[in-house]
Nanobody, 117 residues
């Protein structure tokens, strides 16, 4: 089970740090990722890190502003210089395969991020 936290309301230019805890297991053998879905839009991948944590990739829209990191049981998303278009429900996901798997096997329930003045 994956449980996200850290969402909230922030002004443009502000920062938030999302956390996703894996209960009852470690994430050592999982690729881990963050996705988001804004109202009326399709879900999109935001960031992903592979099993060893040595490779990360990001959506073009967040490069240079978001950073994904992880430890044995938690994956984080540091979000800086937030913009109104970052407003969405953010989900973490994990899979035993890789960042390129079409559908991740495990998902959290999401945490709301709202960027507004």
């Amino acid at each position: 089970q994956l449980v996200e936290s850290g969402g909230g309301l922030v002004q443009p230019g502000g920062s938030l740090r999302l956390s996703c805890v894996a209960s009852g297991r470690t994430l050592d053998n999982y690729a881990t990722a963050w996705f988001r879905q804004a109202p009326g839009k399709a879900r999109e991948g935001v960031a992903c890190t592979n099993k060893g944590g040595g490779m990360t990739n990001y959506a073009d829209s967040v490069k240079g502003r978001f950073t994904i990191t992880r430890d044995r049981s938690t994956v984080y998303l540091q979000m800086d210089n937030l913009k109104p278009e970052d407003t969405a429900v953010y989900y973490c996901a994990a899979d035993r395969s890789s960042c390129y798997v079409p559908n991740f096997g495990s998902w959290g329930r999401g945490t709301q991020v709202t960027v507004s003045s």
